[in-house]
């Protein structure tokens, strides 16, 4: 089994997203040249962790924003942990496309709101086997106050596939950590320098576009890098869901 590690991985990263080599054109749809701006737009803006350039290219409403569950119903949940800020917990099962692997982990972020602290939902993998080099996923709670929090975050998960499920994106929305929202500085280790759209299928109410892009890594090595996002028109405009991103090395 090949191993893909996600890069720049962001929530809801569908691992079987892409479509295989070879497939039937005839089973494809074709991109608006607008459709096409707004996919380059939003990867380059990525690839520079430009967040006021992602923001405009991201649906207002949140039904748009957040789309259909690619759960059918609540999935098996084990393992929780937590370290610091940083939590997670594996799943298996629930999955409404049999395309998709049937496993993956959550991960939580831990936030101050109020006098108190909450677990907020960062990022989802999908997976066959996770990878060793997914240094972002805390392996097991290490101290006692980090195995404290255990059921809290197996609860925040709980609450967030539910609402997911039953698409009350209202309650969905307060349990996610809003990642584009966050001002941060683009990595200087990276630099996209070419990018090459694929035809889309249609797949969770938009149009899953398939991506590869060029890389140059740490000034020098050139990288390759595989990839979807998911477009959906609003007020007939396209935009790009934040929460269904992947990049694969």
């Known amino acids: 089994m090949r191993i893909r590690l996600p890069f720049l991985m962001l929530i809801l990263a569908v691992s079987a997203c892409c479509p295989p080599q070879g497939q039937a054109a005839s089973a494809r749809l074709t991109l608006s040249p607008e459709a096409e701006k707004v996919a380059k737009d939003f ?93 972002q996923v805390p392996d097991r709670s290490k101290t006692a106050s980090d195995r404290a929090e255990e059921p809290r975050i197996r609860q925040a998960a709980m609450d967030f596939l539910h609402d997911w499920i039953v698409k009350d994106f209202q309650k969905l929305d307060k349990r996610v950590f809003h990642w584009w929202e966050v001002d941060r500085k683009p990595p200087k280790w990276v630099k996209m320098t070419d990018l090459d759209l694929r035809p889309p299928a249609t797949s969770l109410d938009g149009l899953k576009v398939s991506f590869r892009a060029d890389l140059r890594v740490f000034r020098a090595l050139p990288k390759r890098v595989d990839g ?20 694969w090395f």
Not at 235 to 244: E, I, K, M, S, Y
């Open 43 to 135: 990867l380059y803006a990525f690839s520079r962790n430009d967040r006021d350039a992602i923001s405009a290219l991201l649906p207002k409403q949140l039904q748009h924003l957040y789309g259909p569950s690619p759960f059918a119903r609540m999935p098996s949940l084990t393992k929780p942990r937590a370290d610091g800020r940083a939590g997670a917990i594996e799943f298996q099962g629930g999955r409404s496309d049999p395309a998709m692997p049937d496993q993956g982990v959550i991960v939580l972020r831990r936030m101050t709101e109020g006098t108190g602290t909450v677990w907020r939902v960062r990022q989802i993998y999908w997976y066959d086997e996770l990878p060793p080099e997914a240094g």
């Open 228 to 247: 979807c996002i998911w477009l959906v028109q609003e007020d007939g405009l396209w935009r790009v869901r934040p929460l269904t991103v992947v990049f």
